[in-house]
């Protein structure tokens, strides 16, 4: 079936059970960023492939929101399937819950799968519905529409990060959430989303693309902690290691059991955004409990990485950067020779240069190889049908990283594929000084990315230029390349602290024509103190060369200049022990002062 024809089948299924709507969102029950095969939903409805988007369905109407990395791509797959785009933070784009509640009759039916909507996606309907008293009903239609070729659920061998990587154990990090949970007047939790259980309980698995968890939760109270995963996966020396430390490990589907199970009053901390509607009333029907919707107790522990996952984090940057100088070798012999090079190509020789590396455990997400107009999709993936063919001229961006057992890295780095236009030159600069105003930013204790998104954004705004995009965000330890608290845009409320990373992305992105980005790993660090308070800086920890074969360095300030030599001058002493004398030849030139 196309898009058209599952949509109809979706609007049977809807009328069948005398329900006026239907949301698909992109999440599975841990609502998740990247899913497992079995929950892309939203893409198998609707064609469209990107990481983020929401459809909605009703009667004579169908939608699609999602934001501004995905504009040109959706747009292309949505074409001819009769689901209109909406381009969220758009002037003139309705909300979600505002557009339904328009095309819903009064007193109609929203059907939404409980199981993979997070309570504050139906908090934001229901009050959008409360006017025309529309009501939503949890049912499952997804699995009504979608019965054959559905991939199954994941269940990939489970294994535990050795404390020498983690920094700390299960026990001790319990102990924090516990006492997390006690300054918030709670007593217990449900951990849903699966990178905070994987750092929580140094778990790992390989249940999703890219990112190495595990399907599981983890109920934490006062006195216990229980693990619910699908326990034929988990080893038995896996199992007992976690019983040392104080956790009883149950089946995944006993959740709703245990929650039901919860004797003493209890009061349970909830993020809204991150627990499913549908166990959010499992705790509502357990008369002992008693919900308070707060911030979700793990994300700001492992947000702040310990002494131990710095140290091995910078370790993997080391590999990381091996891994991008052999990649970018390899590009300029292949295009100097004249071959036939495509952006598949450069997808399968950045991979083949990681998996070269000491404890790669795979690619951090899907590598984002992109020639010329393709680079301005910021999430454009390369296919064998369709992919480009490199030529000696324009701009190569790649978009990649690497998982660890040491860390997880994300690198962005733009390539001159032949002499740049004048015109390439300037924004390529502009690009490049945006980076460098984030680099050497410093800031005051209590900034939070919002504070600090416009440094980033000035030089561009100088030329009426911007991005559709946040500049950075945090990136896990052997966990998830999209990590929060923190985040560095417009909306990122959350206050830098020493030992938090983010990267530092900006770019310009001109349909048809271009696509440049610049991206380094940045760790949060004390820089100063004084009657004016704490202030704070940030170190560059990815180690890899910036092409400089673009830079108009009369664009840059003399500061900017000496940021650019400082920092290449760190890349070559810390790669060079690890490289050929060929490979340190060439790291020389491209690490040549401006």
Same mark, same amino acid.
């Given at each position: ?7 109809? +089948?979706?609007? +049977? ?14 999440? /599975? ?29 009703? #009667? ?42 328009? %095309? ?6 929203? $059907?939404?799968?409980?199981?993979? &909507? ?9 009050? +959008? ?25 994941? $269940? ?13 154990? +299960? ?51 006062? /006195? ?6 699908? !326990?034929?996966?988990?080893?038995? $020396? ?35 955004? *991150? ?14 409990? !008693? ?44 295009? #100097?020779?004249?071959? /036939?090079?495509?952006? &598949? ?16 455990? *795979? ?25 480009? %063919?490199? $030529?000696? %001229? ?24 032949? !002499? ?15 980076? =460098? ?64 990373? =983010? ?33 704070? &800086? ?57």
């Amino acid at each position: 079936m196309n898009a058209s024809e599952k949509i109809a +089948a979706l609007r +049977a299924a809807m009328k069948a059970c005398g329900a006026d709507g239907y949301l698909v969102p992109s999440s /599975d029950p841990h609502m998740s960023e990247y899913l497992p095969a079995h929950y892309r939903a939203r893409a198998w409805f609707s064609g469209f492939t990107g990481s983020a988007g929401t459809l909605a369905v009703t #009667a004579d109407a169908a939608a699609l929101w999602t934001d501004g990395r995905y504009f040109i791509q959706a747009e292309r797959q949505l074409a001819g399937s009769g689901i209109e785009l909406m381009r969220m933070r758009e002037p003139g784009t309705p909300e979600l819950e505002n557009w339904l509640a328009e %095309h819903l009759p009064a007193g109609g039916t929203m $059907a939404l799968d409980g199981a993979v &909507c997070a309570v504050a996606t139906v908090e934001k309907l229901e009050k +959008a519905f409360a006017a025309k008293q529309i009501a939503v009903c949890d049912k499952d239609l997804t699995g009504a529409v979608w019965t054959q070729d559905r991939p199954p659920l994941p $269940a990939t061998p489970a294994w535990l990060l050795d404390v020498q990587y983690a920094g700390k154990t +299960a026990r001790e990090k319990l102990a924090d959430v516990r006492a997390a949970l006690g300054k918030a007047g709670a007593q217990a939790t449900l951990v849903s989303r699966l990178d905070s259980v994987a750092w929580l309980l140094n778990l790992r698995a390989a249940d999703i693309d890219y990112n190495p968890f595990a399907l599981a939760y983890c109920l934490v109270t006062e /006195d216990a902690a229980q693990l619910f995963i699908d !326990t034929g996966r988990l080893p038995g $020396a896996a199992r007992a290691a976690l019983e040392g430390e104080g956790v009883c490990v149950r089946g995944y589907q006993d959740v709703e059991a245990a929650i039901a199970a919860i004797g003493a009053d209890t009061a349970v901390l909830y993020e809204p955004a *991150g627990l499913s509607y549908r166990l959010q009333r499992a705790f509502l029907s357990n008369p002992h409990v !008693t919900l308070k919707a707060g911030d979700e107790p793990v994300a700001p522990l492992k947000g702040v990485k310990n002494p131990v996952e710095v140290k091995n984090l910078k370790n993997a940057h080391v590999k990381d950067g091996v891994a991008m100088v052999r990649f970018a070798m390899r590009l300029e012999k292949a295009m #100097a020779a004249g071959e /036939d090079v495509t952006e &598949c190509d450069v997808d399968a020789w950045m991979r083949e240069a990681r998996a070269a590396q000491p404890d790669n455990l *795979g690619e951090s997400f899907s590598t984002i190889a992109a020639y010329g107009a393709n680079a301005a999709m910021m999430h454009y993936a390369p296919a064998p049908d369709t992919c480009a %063919h490199l $030529a000696p %001229h324009g701009f190569l961006l790649v978009d990649c990283g690497g998982q660890y057992r040491d860390g997880t890295t994300d690198v962005t780095r733009t390539y001159a594929l032949g !002499t740049p236009t004048e015109e390439e030159r300037r924004l390529y600069t502009l690009v490049l000084k945006s980076h =460098i105003n984030i680099a050497r930013a410093v800031f005051k204790q209590g900034m939070a990315g919002m504070h600090l998104d416009i440094l980033a954004r000035g030089p561009m705004w100088r030329e009426t230029l911007d991005y559709r995009c946040g500049t950075g965000h945090g990136v896990g330890f052997v966990g998830g390349v999209h990590e929060g608290p923190q985040n560095l845009s417009a909306r990122g409320t959350a206050p830098f602290e020493p030992g938090m990373t =983010i990267t530092d992305e900006p770019g310009i992105y001109e349909e048809g024509r271009l696509g440049i980005r610049i991206e380094n790993e940045l760790l949060c660090k004390e820089y100063g103190e004084s009657e004016y308070g704490k202030f704070y &800086c940030f170190e560059p920890i990815t180690y890899c060369p910036i092409d400089t074969k673009p830079v108009d360095a009369a664009m840059l300030s003399a500061e900017e200049r000496a940021w650019l030599n400082e920092f290449h001058a760190n890349v070559r002493k810390t790669l060079a022990p690890h490289l050929t004398d060929e490979e340190n030849a060439w790291l020389a030139d491209a690490c040549a002062p401006v």
